[in-house]
């Protein structure tokens, strides 16, 4: 998910990023409780029959399936902030809060774009400058990093234009 933030008023701007979330925490715990509790039902009855080596096997299905539906619903969590201000470019990442943060100044960046090479590949966005790339939505799908690519250009369009560059239009990449 690609949501974007314009004050230009202020000169500030950010871009937000997000995977993909089908589920919410609580539907996962639903869906926890569904799978898990006829695992557990279904290895009690056969233990009740005599069939005592079900049990255990039953409930590691269930573990592995709640374990499993627990990580995916980690890492939907994360989150990538692209900040743009008067002169400079911040990139942030983090599930609740930023735990890794690099700083750019925007004199001396530029976006680069990679097209994808196949048709089973994903386009591929940098942050660059002096030599340091940053990879940007890592975890965003083909017409999201589309998006992505679509509202770092208006947005560095308007930068440009509120900073003065001249042939702000011309040169989109340009931070």
């Excluded at 000169?11 to 979330?21: E, H, K, Q, V, Y």
């Excluded at 030599?131 to 947005?155: D, H, I, K, S, Y």
Aim: hydrophobic share 45%.
């Amino acid at each position: 998910m690609v949501t974007t933030h314009l004050l230009s008023g202020a000169g500030l701007s950010w871009i937000d990023l997000r995977p993909n979330r089908a589920l919410t925490w609580r539907q996962v715990q639903l869906c926890m409780l569904f799978v898990g509790l006829p695992a557990l039902v279904i290895g009690l009855g056969f233990t009740l029959v005599g069939g005592w080596l079900v049990l255990p096997f039953s409930g590691m299905e269930g573990i592995a399936v709640c374990f499993a539906l627990w990580w995916v619903s980690l890492l939907c969590e994360r989150r990538e902030v692209i900040r743009f201000s008067g002169d400079e470019v911040v990139v942030e990442r983090g599930r609740y809060r930023p735990t890794y943060r690099r700083r750019f100044q925007r004199a001396w960046s530029r976006f680069e774009v990679q097209q994808a090479g196949s048709e089973w590949d994903l386009p591929r966005i940098w942050l660059c400058q002096s030599g340091r790339r940053e990879e940007l939505g890592t975890f965003l799908n083909g017409p999201e990093r589309e998006r992505l690519v679509a509202e770092l250009r208006r947005v560095v369009a308007v930068h440009n234009a509120l900073s003065g560059v001249p042939g702000a239009g011309e040169r989109a990449d340009a931070l």
